[in-house]
């Protein structure tokens, strides 16, 4: 965490320190701040687990982006739109064509 308030430091030419606290205290600057214990139990639990190592992975499926091969969200839209649907794929209404419509 001090190399990232380094470069936060770096990037925003404003001082930023990191300063490692014991679970109890963070717990209860979170406590003081008005969080509810529960939420301040749950975000010291997962600093602690993240310090432990627990976020480390071998794995490297995430250095490939995942979206390779995706349609720009534009061109489905516009591909949608000539086939006379939405954007949501229903049926556009073409001029000429009948409403039925029920009235009680």
């Known amino acids: 965490m001090a190399e990232f308030a380094a470069e936060v430091a770096a990037q925003s030419g404003k001082p930023v320190t ?9 717990t209860q600057i979170l406590l ?3 969080l509810p214990a529960p939420f301040a139990a749950l975000l010291v639990d997962s600093d602690l687990g993240v310090s432990r190592g ?6 490297t499926d995430l250095q490939r982006p995942a979206t ?3 349609t720009p969200e534009q061109a489905t839209h516009r ?3 000539r086939r006379g649907q939405d954007s949501l794929n229903r049926p556009q209404h ?8 029920s009235r009680p």
């Not at 627990?54 to 794995?59: Q, Y």
């Open 79 to 81: 591909r949608r739109r």
């Open 68 to 70: 390779t091969h995706r």
């Open 32 to 34: 003081d701040a008005g």
């Open 18 to 26: 990191y300063q490692s606290l014991p679970a109890d205290a963070y």
């Open 94 to 101: 073409q001029p000429g064509n009948r409403l039925n419509v």
């Open 54 to 59: 627990e976020l480390f992975t071998a794995c």
